[in-house]
């Protein structure tokens, strides 16, 4: 098993950036495929970026790619979530998951962190 615990969230202005951190404990963190998702109010969970094992394979949703990069530090047990240009529509629950392999759903990440919060104001 791997625990995740997330990190960085918070209330910026639009334009402004944040930084997510993943934080992992527990089984072997270089196995895991990592992504973060997110869930706004009264909306479905949406997929925001993954990386892979491998540091090279990383994928994005649509609306944010160019503006969030995903990156993980094995030695660190972290994944990052470095997001520029935000907007209000990024305000949500942000929440980073592991599984075995990288997808854009989420039902194929077998464990979740808890969520950090973020909120773009206009």
């Known amino acids: 098993q791997v625990q995740l615990v997330e990190s960085g969230g918070g209330l910026v202005q639009t334009g402004g950036s944040l930084r997510l951190s993943c934080a992992a404990s527990g089984s072997t963190f270089s196995r895991y495929a990592i992504g973060w998702f997110r869930q706004a109010p009264e909306k479905e969970r949406e997929f925001v970026a993954a990386v892979g094992w491998s540091i090279g394979n990383t994928y994005y949703g649509d609306s944010m790619k160019g503006r969030f990069t995903i990156s993980r530090d094995n030695a660190k047990n972290t994944v990052y979530l470095q997001m520029n240009t935000l907007k209000p529509e990024d305000t949500a629950v942000y929440y980073c998951?592991?599984?075995?392999?990288?997808?854009?759903?989420?039902?194929?990440?077998?464990?979740w962190g808890q969520g950090t919060q973020v909120t773009v104001s206009s």
């Open positions: 998951a592991a599984g075995s392999g990288t997808s854009y759903l989420s039902s194929y990440y077998d464990y």
